[in-house]
C-alpha cells in the first residue's frame, strides 16, 4: 500500500528563520516521485519542490530544500529565510510511477510570524 | 499559459439535490484528476482521466457520483444526490501523462451541502 504520513498539524516560525517539515512515506515500489504542494489560505496548491526516487542528490529550489532519506522513507521539506507569504498548509505527496496516482499527506499548516 | 479552469468557485445546495462541475485542463496536459479535499485533510483522488478514458477511478462513489471528459479535454463532475458528507472543496488538476513533473491545479469548488 502506498501511504503519506505528515506527523505535524501545525508549526509556526519566525519571519527569516528557517523550518523544516517533515514527512514519511510507504511503497513498495523502487521507482517513484515524491513532492512538496503548498496551499496559501483560499488559494489553489501549486508545486513547490519535487525528488526522483532514483537520484540521491536532494532537490533544492530557491529558499525550499528537501532531505530525502531514501532507506528511511523520510522526506522533509526546509524552508529558509522564511517569509510570511509562505504561510500555508504544505502537503507532502508520493507518485508511483507504476500506479500514475498521486496520495498525499493529511498536511502542515505553516505560520509565519512577522 | 493559461492554467487549470474550474468553475463555479462556489456552491450551495440541500441534500438530495444534484450538482455539476467543470473543469478544463492545461492545453496538451493528457491526465486530468479529480480530487475531493475535505476540510482540515488532504486531497483524495476520485478520479482519473488519460485523455477521455478513466485510469483509476477505485475511490469514486459511484451511485451518486459520476464524472466525463469530453474529447480527451474539459471534463465535468457530477453529484446526485448530494449528502451532507459531500461539503468539500472539489479540486481538479492536470499534468503530463506519467505525472512525474507534478500536477497544476485549479482553484477548486468549494461545496456546501445544507
Known amino acids: 500500500a502506498q501511504t503519506v504520513t505528515q506527523s505535524q498539524p501545525e508549526m509556526s516560525v519566525q519571519e527569516a528563520e528557517t523550518v523544516t517539515l517533515s514527512c514519511t512515506y510507504d511503497t513498495s515500489e523502487s521507482n517513484y516521485y515524491l513532492f512538496w504542494y503548498k496551499q496559501p489560505p483560499s488559494r489553489q496548491m501549486i508545486l513547490v519542490i519535487r525528488?526522483?526516487?532514483?537520484?540521491?542528490q536532494n532537490a533544492t529550489e530557491n529558499r525550499f530544500s528537501v532531505n530525502f532519506q531514501k532507506a528511511a522513507k523520510s522526506f522533509s521539506l526546509k524552508i529558509s529565510d522564511s517569509q510570511l507569504g509562505d504561510t500555508a498548509m504544505y502537503f507532502c505527496a508520493s507518485l508511483n510511477t507504476g500506479g500514475f496516482k498521486t496520495i498525499f499527506g493529511a498536511g502542515t499548516r505553516l505560520f509565519v510570524k512577522a | 499559459e493559461a492554467g487549470v479552469a474550474q468553475s463555479p468557485r462556489y456552491k450551495i445546495i440541500e441534500k438530495r439535490q444534484s450538482v455539476a462541475f467543470w473543469c478544463n485542463p492545461i492545453?496538451?496536459?493528457?491526465?486530468l484528476y479529480w480530487y475531493q479535499q475535505i476540510l482540515g485533510q488532504g486531497p483524495k483522488l476520485l478520479i482519473q482521466f488519460q485523455n477521455n478514458g478513466v485510469v483509476d477511478d477505485s475511490q469514486l462513489p459511484k451511485d451518486r457520483f459520476s464524472a466525463e471528459r469530453l474529447k480527451g479535454v474539459d471534463s465535468t463532475l457530477k453529484i446526485q444526490p448530494a449528502k451532507l458528507e459531500d461539503s468539500a472543496v472539489y479540486l481538479c488538476a492536470s499534468s503530463l501523462p506519467t505525472g512525474g513533473y507534478g500536477y497544476t491545479f485549479g482553484s477548486g469548488t468549494r461545496l456546501t451541502v445544507v
Open positions: 492545453s496538451g496536459h493528457a491526465t
Open positions: 525528488q526522483e526516487a532514483y537520484k540521491q
